[in-house]
């Protein structure tokens, strides 16, 4: 039998192989691919964005969990499809119009998509129009948002008025190192993460 405590394992490790050949094992095995997505791979990033919160492993060690997840995920994907698992939710994620620092905000993605979350990656510079056509053709959730510079903050509230003036119920979440929880709330985005550990559970409040 599969072993997917080892599986979580080798994801907090980074260790990608084992995550790759564990993966597979387990699905050759037998075992269900939801089985292996929440005891072996989203427990193994919990633990990572837990220790993430505590300052316990720093962005490199994040990086390299996330990389041997996607690996994984990469077999485990078409299972996952077989059998009709869907994600916990939806979210478009992208860095705001003029800003092109995307470290963060990828880390957001990485950690987003290890909790089980279907993230679309807008990359940076993106448009309160691109946001708002792309949440209506996705029909996410979630919009989050993410700015490094106080001067292209500012189009975080474009967007949020976009989103409104075109009617879309999305909730909107908001980070990135110069935003606060109440430059948030003055905007009248719903959520705020100061980190991509805490990204996770302000996205599951925000679809809960
Ligand atoms: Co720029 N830069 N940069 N930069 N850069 C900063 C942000 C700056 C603070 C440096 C400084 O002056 N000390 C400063 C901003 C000042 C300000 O506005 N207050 C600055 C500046 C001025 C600029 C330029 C204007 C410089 C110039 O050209 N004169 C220029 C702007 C370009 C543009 O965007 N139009 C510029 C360019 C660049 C590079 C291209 C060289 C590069 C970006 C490369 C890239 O991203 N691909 C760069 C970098 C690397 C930085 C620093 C050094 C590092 C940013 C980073 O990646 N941090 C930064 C100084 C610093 O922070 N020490 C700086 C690591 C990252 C993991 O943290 O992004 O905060 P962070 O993400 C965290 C949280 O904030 C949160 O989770 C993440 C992980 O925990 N989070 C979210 C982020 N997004 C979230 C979204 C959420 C929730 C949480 O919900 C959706």
Same mark, same amino acid.
């Given at each position: 039998?599969?072993?997917?405590k080892?599986?979580?394992?080798?994801?907090?490790?980074?260790?990608?192989?084992?995550?790759?050949?564990?993966?597979k094992?387990a699905?050759?095995?037998?075992?269900?691919?939801?089985?292996?997505l929440?005891?072996?791979?989203?427990?193994?990033?919990d633990?990572?964005?837990a220790?993430?919160?505590?300052?316990?492993?720093?962005?490199?060690?994040?990086?390299?969990?996330?990389?041997?997840?996607?690996?994984?995920?990469?077999?485990?994907?078409? *299972?996952?499809?077989? =059998?009709? !698992?869907?994600?916990? @939710?939806?979210? #478009? &994620? /992208?860095?705001?119009?003029?800003?092109?620092?995307?470290?963060?905000?990828?880390?957001v993605?990485?950690m987003?998509?290890?909790?089980?979350f279907?993230?679309?990656?807008?990359?940076?510079d993106?448009a309160p *129009?691109?946001?708002? =056509?792309? !949440?209506?053709?996705? @029909?996410?959730q #979630? &919009? /989050?948002?993410?700015?490094?510079l106080?001067?292209?903050?500012?189009?975080?509230?474009?967007?949020?008025?976009?989103?409104?003036?075109?009617?879309?119920?999305?909730k909107?979440?908001?980070g990135?190192a110069p935003v606060?929880?109440?430059?948030?709330q003055k905007?009248?985005?719903?959520?705020?993460?100061?980190?991509?550990?805490?990204?996770?559970?302000?996205?599951?409040?925000?679809?809960?």
């Amino acid at each position: 039998m599969a072993d997917l405590k080892a599986l979580a394992d080798a994801v907090i490790k980074g260790d990608q192989n084992t995550a790759v050949e564990i993966t597979k094992a387990a699905l050759s095995e037998g075992t269900a691919a939801k089985a292996v997505l929440d005891e072996g791979l989203i427990a193994g990033m919990d633990v990572v964005g837990a220790r993430f919160k505590k300052n316990e492993v720093y962005i490199p060690e994040v990086l390299i969990a996330a990389r041997a997840m996607k690996m994984a995920m990469e077999v485990l994907e078409p *299972e996952l499809v077989k =059998a009709g !698992v869907e994600p916990i @939710g939806k979210l #478009v &994620v /992208g860095t705001v119009q003029g800003d092109l620092h995307d470290i963060g905000k990828n880390l957001v993605a990485m950690m987003l998509k290890g909790a089980g979350f279907e993230v679309i990656d807008l990359g940076v510079d993106v448009a309160p *129009e691109k946001f708002v =056509a792309e !949440v209506k053709a996705s @029909g996410a959730q #979630v &919009v /989050g948002m993410s700015a490094l510079l106080t001067t292209t903050m500012p189009g975080m509230e474009k967007t949020i008025k976009a989103l409104q003036d075109a009617g879309v119920t999305a909730k909107v979440m908001v980070g990135g190192a110069p935003v606060t929880e109440t430059f948030a709330q003055k905007i009248g985005a719903q959520g705020f993460a100061p980190d991509a550990a805490s990204a996770v559970d302000t996205a599951k409040s925000l679809v809960a």
